[in-house]
């Protein structure tokens, strides 16, 4: 089973803080992702990486960074913190479509980030 | 630009009851579409993924139609029960890059005893 795990279920930082959310697969999957998902706005992307030190940015990336030294972890870095980053924030991974004749997403269990 | 609707937003329905929960997205060129389970406070479980070959996926009491053509497709529950009380979502590759999903704000389904 592939196992996707985020570092914190639950997370309260101030505004102003750093603050680094991590993300781990154990599948050896090239793609990771990180979204943000608020009430009546859906998931959102933020990055994606398709390879160790390789990122996109997604939809809403401004006010984050990204890192990935390991294939399997995929870092989520908020610079400074501000109340309108408070969230749910979820990772996902997926093999490469060069891999696989089907494509799907498997998600993490997110970290609910709240910023005061 | 791909754009995915769901609707309804919100369901709710007696234990029992047969429901279907719509999924519609602008551009019929998709590879695949998956539908996906949220729990309150929780990630996303994938349930069902559709290639765009296939016309009809199903798992247990769950199964999902797609109709390209028209854009369209149904997630179909069968017997409900208070356990399926969740958040829906369908998601399809972006078009401009397959790697990435584009999802649906979801449908908040509640069935009571």
């Known amino acids: 089973d592939v196992k996707v795990t985020q570092s914190s279920r639950y997370l309260v930082k101030r505004t102003g803080e750093k603050v680094f959310l991590e993300c781990v697969q154990d599948?050896?999957?090239?793609?990771m992702f990180w979204y943000r998902q608020d009430p009546g706005l859906g998931l959102r992307l933020i990055y994606f990486?398709?390879?160790?030190?390789?990122?996109e940015k997604g939809d809403i990336p401004e006010g984050y960074s990204v890192s990935r030294e390991k294939k399997e972890r995929f870092s989520l870095i908020l610079e400074s913190a501000s109340t309108n980053q408070t969230s749910m924030y979820l990772c996902a991974s997926s093999l490469t479509l060069l891999r696989q004749s089907s494509y799907e997403q498997y998600f993490g269990p997110g970290t609910r980030l709240t910023v005061t | 630009k791909q754009e995915v609707t769901q609707i309804p937003a919100a369901l709710s329905v007696p234990e029992g009851e047969n429901l279907v929960l719509n999924c519609s997205f602008t551009?019929?060129?998709?590879?695949?579409l998956q539908w996906f389970r949220q729990d309150p406070g929780k990630g996303l479980t994938s349930l069902l993924l559709i290639q765009s070959s296939q016309r009809e996926q199903t798992s247990g009491r769950l199964n999902a139609s797609l109709d390209k053509s028209s854009g369209r497709s149904t997630l179909y529950i069968a017997a409900s029960q208070p356990g399926d009380s969740a958040t829906y979502l369908c998601a399809v590759p972006a078009l401009y890059n397959t790697d990435k999903l584009i999802f649906g704000t979801g449908t908040r389904l509640q069935v009571f005893p």
């Open positions: 599948m050896d999957h090239e793609n």
């Open positions: 551009d019929s060129a998709i590879y695949n």
């Open positions: 990486s398709y390879d160790v030190k390789m990122k």
